[in-house]
C-alpha cells in the first residue's frame, strides 16, 4: 500500500472507532436509564429503540426524553408513564442516548 492508502486507511479506523466509541457511552446511558423499558429492537414495557429511530427525529427524541408529559400526545400516545430525565441527564448523555437510538433506523 502506498502512504496515501495507508494515511486514508488509519483515518477511516480511527473515523470507526470513535463512532464506536460514542456509541458504547451511549448504550451506557441506555442501559443506565432506558434497559427497563426499551429494548434496542423489541417491544418491551415501551417502544423498541428501532421503532422510536424511524419514527422520530432529534428533537422529538430529545424532546420526549426531557419532558415526556408534555409531548406524548404529538407524538401520538394516549398515554405516558415515562419519567422525565431533563435533571438527570446531561446534554451529552443525551445527545449520546439520541445517537445510540437512531443507529437502530432502517438503512432504506
Not at 495507508?6 to 458504547?24: P, Q, T, V
Not at 401520538?76 to 451529552?92: A, C, D, I, N
Request: aromatic share 12%.
Amino acid at each position: 500500500m502506498n502512504n496515501i492508502a495507508k494515511s486514508l486507511f488509519f483515518i477511516i479506523l480511527l473515523s470507526n472507532l470513535i463512532y464506536a466509541s460514542s456509541l458504547n457511552t451511549g448504550e451506557k446511558v441506555f442501559k443506565a436509564y432506558c434497559w427497563g423499558c426499551h429494548h434496542e429492537t423489541s417491544v418491551a414495557f415501551g417502544p423498541s429503540f428501532a421503532e422510536i429511530a424511524n419514527k422520530r427525529d432529534v428533537s422529538e427524541i430529545q424532546g420526549h426524553i426531557v419532558s415526556p408529559k408534555s409531548t406524548y400526545k404529538q407524538l401520538g400516545h394516549k398515554r405516558s408513564v415515562m419519567p422525565p430525565f431533563g435533571e438527570k441527564l446531561s446534554q451529552k448523555e443525551l445527545d449520546l442516548i439520541t445517537e445510540f437510538i437512531l443507529s437502530f433506523k432502517d438503512k432504506n
